[in-house]
């Protein structure tokens, strides 16, 4: 069996990437991705996203990034860890979804495997993905081909959880292809949970996320009353941790390509189907309402220091979140683009995002001197950053805005 | 100093009698309730809420249990220990704590201290008791008298978290004073964690409550939508728990005295400085919905199995949690009321309530034959309740409608 399976990554984000990596130790393995920059940076071994260093990058005989789908054609087991993001209007953009399925649709063969990684609502690989696999290859589902949901639990940034140490899911309705599917994921985790209700596992996930996301929008509400009623909120929450059951959720800019997308994809099967998700959608827009209450705060404090347009100013961290180098679906990043269009002269830094992304975007990820800016704002507190601030607040010499939640 | 702290103990419900019964096995304490019969009772070595056996109540030789105040004279150091309930428009009812303030102004003398342990919002102790206690005695805080804050942390029905087992939170300002609550509160448990400010340990634990509640209700809304979309909410849920931080919370009834109530004293004090608690009060409103929703359930359950009005139909498990015996605030309760409008031949049944009670309210504590019940619902999930709808699923000689969550 070993020499038969040979799979492909489709999508190499978050998500794509290291099981891509982990994959090509053990088995030949294509990573595939429409992103023809990002292949050219991965085939020099560079991760813009900086969760992987060259040596991570161990090149096995015969693996190979590519953005040509010819490519995948030797392929027999597809994995599609695209993104699932949505439109303006909050509704789910499953156009990458719907597109990496077009491509698997094309090539699929009789004994192929499609394993979907991508967060989705309840329903979407059965009665999206599959009717469209069938309809462009003219095969049938269960009887040529196979489709497996196992739902991504990459939490960038945070090396606790790395895939090989997490319980990976892994949902699959035809009991016959169990063997191959343990024979590829058991290279990136050895604890696998099997189940055999796509749907089920589909809507998990998006409760996983949600329940991380409404515990955020809670400390976040929290903190604004505290903020707004003159309460020192970090010595209320020391007292509260001394009760056995609190849980240690903080305030914060939560963005991301996960926690702001997925409320939306349940609230909007639920709304189809007439259920109103108060809280959810509640929390979800407290959490986004954070960027406008924490930019308030830096203007404020501005104006009332007499800070004036011209001044030099430096925004400090700017990525989604602590510890990582991207700044797509950045609320700290949103903010520093508001001030920067209100104080002409303001500069934006983030030592971690990768040297393309900053001459791309104009931000610094090196400061020697930080004593020609006025005025200083901590936003996204990476560890290097809040080393930084706490030498600059001894120093006294600029005005020092922490927003670093 | 043993001889002189003679502490008493104002309101004797879910938090003031554990108090009054783990104190007065070591100092002389008086227990005072304005509730006469309450008073009988607990002279009697009965406690109406069961969470106390008649050997938990050791007589020290001058303790005594009392509804008259004039008893309080001759004590120095007072714990207030009423209900804060909320009024039908869900703003705060502060009338017992005001009463008990009065009291207490009338008899306090110099050197005398007075602890809250009732839940409220933040400003309520130094803004509003404070001063009334100041009117009343003509005696000035932090001068004559002190007062305390110590929220209570009791948890109805779970016997793990007893008062001396859980930390015990102490807010005094004034330093002087810390042996003496000291000597009184180290006879309830040995983790005592003392703070300076009364208003952050106020504010506290109205938010260890609401971060409760709002956690059921996020169980609550995904329920709902799992009913309505026909998903299997407990395979799911199954699912979400092999992720290393999904959090244990169920959904379910929350009715009692804290729960329902915290989270409009935190709100109320928002709304007047003009904040909008959204997700707080979004989450309030999704659990309390949660007694329409089963009710609906029930119904809709009875009309599809043609069961008329005249049919006899018993309702189990009526209590407000599992394992408490208090029908007070109980939304499954409040579904009996509402079925026995409906279905004139409903019976309540609840095994954990008190003779009185049950004799008081018309419901059974005892059953021996379920077999003349056409239909039989069960609410509220105590042990003894779900051994008995195990029998009867498999007898098979009933509708049984489970609502046990």
Redesign the interface.
């Known amino acids: 069996m070993k020499n038969r399976i040979f799979p492909a990554v489709i999508g190499l984000g978050y998500v794509g990437l290291p099981i891509y990596l982990n994959l090509q130790k053990k088995i030949n393995t294509v990573g595939f991705d429409i992103d023809k920059e990002k292949i050219l940076n991965l085939k020099k071994k560079i991760d813009t996203n900086n969760q992987f260093k060259k040596t991570d990058f161990f090149q096995h005989k015969i693996s190979n990034f590519s953005s040509n789908y010819s490519q995948l054609k030797k392929c027999n087991f597809f994995i599609i860890t695209v993104p699932t993001p949505i439109f303006k209007n909050k509704k789910p953009d499953l156009g990458p979804l719907i597109n990496a399925t077009k491509i698997v649709g094309k090539i699929i063969k009789d004994e192929d495997i499609v394993v979907y990684e991508s967060t989705v609502y ?1 329903g979407v690989t059965n009665s999206i993905c599959v009717p469209l696999i069938e309809k462009i290859s003219k095969l049938k589902n269960k009887i040529n081909f196979n489709v497996v949901y196992s739902p991504e ?1 990459i939490n960038p940034g945070d090396r606790k ?1 790395s895939i090989n140490k ?2 990976k ?1 892994i949902a699959l309705e035809n009991s016959k292809i169990k063997r191959k599917v343990k024979f590829v994921y058991k290279h990136l985790t050895s604890k696998l ?1 099997f ?1 055999n ?1 796509i ?3 589909e ?3 998006v ?2 996320n ?3 996301d ?2 955020i ?2 400390m976040n ?2 903190y ?3 903020e ?2 003159n ?2 909120y970090e ?3 020391k ?2 941790k ?6 240690n959720f903080n305030p914060g800019l939560v963005g991301g390509h996960c926690l702001p997308v997925d409320p939306y994809y ?1 609230s909007y ?2 709304k189809k ?3 109103n ?4 959608i ?2 979800r ?2 959490n986004d309402s954070m960027k406008d209450i924490l930019y308030k705060k830096i203007t404020t404090y501005l104006k009332k220091n007499k800070i004036n347009y011209h001044a030099k100013i430096l925004i400090c961290g700017l990525t989604y979140k602590p510890e990582v180098a991207d700044l797509r679906n950045s609320l700290a990043y949103n903010i520093f683009i508001k001030i920067k269009k209100k104080f002409k002269y303001s500069t934006g830094f983030d030592p971690l995002i990768h040297n393309t992304q900053a001459k791309k975007k104009m931000i610094l990820n090196k400061i020697n001197n930080f004593k020609k800016y006025k005025a200083i704002i901590f936003i996204t507190k990476h560890k290097i950053l809040y080393k930084i601030y706490k030498k600059l607040i001894i120093n006294k010499k600029n005005i020092i805005i922490n927003c670093m939640l």
């Not at 998700?277 to 959810?280: A, D, E, Q, S, V």
């Open positions: 309840p639990r959880h997490i319980t899911v949970f189940t209700n749907e089920d596992t809507t998990s996930k409760f996983e949600i329940q991380r409404v515990n929008s809670l509400e929290l604004i009353i505290c707004k009623l309460l020192n010595n209320i929450i007292i509260a001394t009760k056995w059951n609190f849980l349940l099967v639920a189907n007439k259920i998700t108060k809280l959810i509640a929390g827009e407290t």
